[in-house]
């Protein structure tokens, strides 16, 4: 069936660091992908989202690109602060509606300052 | 608008008891979902209500497990007995339209059995 893999977690960053939250899928044909993230103490959000192959989704500085040749969907930032200290989740969909939404095991992000 | 309200946000039980956690969606918003997330693994489906019918309950991981959602509002997730096992998160998401992941998602609630 269907799968998502992110990353082993946590990662710890400095602040201003670089981060790279590696997501790749396992799904026959071209499902929508997602990233959500979870704050300490609140529901899922979603982050951004692509929903075609070569489409860029982007938000709060967060950046990720829907590659079907390797079949990934990383999750970037160039500069991230204390305040992105979240899990984020990798997840994907099948347009049809007909399935739910399958998550990765999500990534723990600290932002040391 | 409010966004999706579930509790209790904690809950601590002894196995074999019951514990009963309630999801209030968007009004308006005829699709509901619940999902588990299990410490360290990945958030998983469990079912999925269109109004007050269960479209899809293939997550659901056996018969100690009973969702309601009467009149189509809020649902409830009956564990009756709760097992050690049962100990993770309970997310509960509504969305207008199935499609495109447009979901909301509640805060969750945090279902700990010792």
């Known amino acids: 069936g269907d799968s998502v893999t992110q990353m082993e977690g946590p990662v710890t960053l400095s602040e201003e660091a670089c981060l790279t939250i590696?997501?790749?899928?396992?799904?026959?044909?071209?499902?929508?992908l997602f990233w959500y993230v979870q704050y300490p103490g609140e529901g899922l959000q979603l982050l951004l989202k692509a929903t075609k192959a070569d489409d860029k989704g982007s938000n709060k500085g967060f950046e990720a690109t829907y590659r079907k040749e390797t079949t990934s969907f990383h999750l970037e930032k160039g500069s991230v602060q204390v305040s992105d200290s979240a899990v984020y989740f990798c997840a994907l969909i099948w347009n049809s509606g007909n399935t739910p939404l399958v998550f990765g095991k999500g990534t723990r992000l600290s932002v040391i300052a | 608008e409010a966004g999706v309200t579930q509790f209790p946000s904690h809950s601590v039980i002894e196995k074999g008891q019951t514990v009963t956690l309630r999801c209030d969606p968007i009004s308006g918003h005829d699709n509901l979902y619940w999902y588990r997330r299990v410490m360290g693994k990945e958030i998983k489906f469990l079912l999925h209500f269109v109004k007050e019918s269960k479209q899809d309950e293939s997550g659901m991981p056996n018969n100690r497990f009973l969702a309601e959602r009467t009149g189509g509002t809020y649902s409830t997730l009956k564990v009756q007995p709760a097992e050690l096992e049962d100990s993770g998160v309970y997310f509960c998401a509504s969305s207008q339209t199935r499609t495109g992941g447009s979901y909301t998602f509640g805060s969750g609630t945090r279902l700990t059995v010792v």
């Open positions: 590696n997501c790749t899928y396992t799904a026959t044909g071209y499902p929508s």
